[in-house]
């Protein structure tokens, strides 16, 4: 079964302080991992996808990287406006040409000015 | 360009009423869905659509019910809400490798 798991649940750092957040996955055949950033009362926004091993991306002040079992997203030098909740999610093979993604419970990121 | 929106934005449910949930996109992508957010629980998908007149199911579909008439609908239908169908409501639309979800409804139900 295609699992993820997002490790921390919640994360407080002061402005400046970089740290990462982790992305677990188990899926059979990955096609691609997904990030995403949730404010609070609004939909997700698509921030990267990561297909391979070794693969990175970056935008901002956000680096995703991905491995065989995992990604991080490290965030360098954290603004507060870069407080909301990260979702990472995976998608596994494709049936029909449609894309069913599995989602993560999401990190709550809180930077303190 | 709207994007990709959903009304209403809250609404409130008995046991066993019936109500449509809209979803519209303007961006011409074949591929919409539903998912439902719960605490605790990350984002299920509970139907999906590769285009118009073809749906299929998710993860989690029992109690809802879709139709694509059209590229741009794509309504979700409670037959007969429970108060476990109680949860946020995103609607997204696909192209490529990359979501544009809906800004979601709050639904509960009593």
């Known amino acids: 079964e295609d699992q993820v798991t997002q490790s921390p649940e919640a994360l407080r750092l002061q402005e400046g302080e970089s740290s990462s957040l982790n992305c677990s996955y188990t899926?059979?055949?990955?096609?691609?991992l997904f990030w995403y950033r949730q404010d609070p009362g609004k939909g997700p926004e698509f921030l990267f996808t990561?297909?391979?091993a070794g693969e990175e991306k970056e935008k901002e002040r956000l680096k995703a990287t991905l491995t065989k079992k995992e990604s991080f997203l490290h965030i360098t030098a954290p603004k507060p406006e870069d407080s909301a909740t990260y979702l990472c999610?995976?998608?596994?093979?494709?049936?029909?040409?449609?894309?069913?993604?599995?989602f993560g419970q999401g990190t709550r990121l809180t930077i303190n000015p | 360009n709207a994007g990709v929106t959903q009304t209403p934005k809250f609404q409130v449910l008995k046991t066993g009423q019936s109500m449509t949930l809209q979803c519209a996109q303007d961006?011409?992508?074949?591929?919409m869905s539903w998912y439902r957010q719960d605490p605790g629980m990350g984002l299920r998908l509970i139907h999906y659509?590769?285009?118009?007149?073809?749906?299929d199911q998710g993860e989690v579909p029992n109690g809802y019910n879709v139709s694509r008439s059209t590229t741009e609908d794509f309504p979700l239908r409670l037959l007969s809400a429970a108060p476990s169908q109680t949860s946020v409501y995103f609607c997204?639309?696909?192209?490529?490798?990359?979501?544009?979800f809906g800004p979601g409804t709050r639904l509960t139900v009593t």
């Open positions: 997204a639309s696909t192209m490529g490798y990359e979501q544009y």
């Open positions: 899926v059979s055949g990955l096609r691609g």
């Open positions: 990561l297909y391979s």
């Open positions: 999610a995976v998608q596994a093979v494709l049936i029909q040409g449609a894309q069913k993604l599995v």
């Open positions: 961006m011409n992508h074949e591929y």
């Open positions: 659509s590769v285009g118009a007149g073809i749906t």
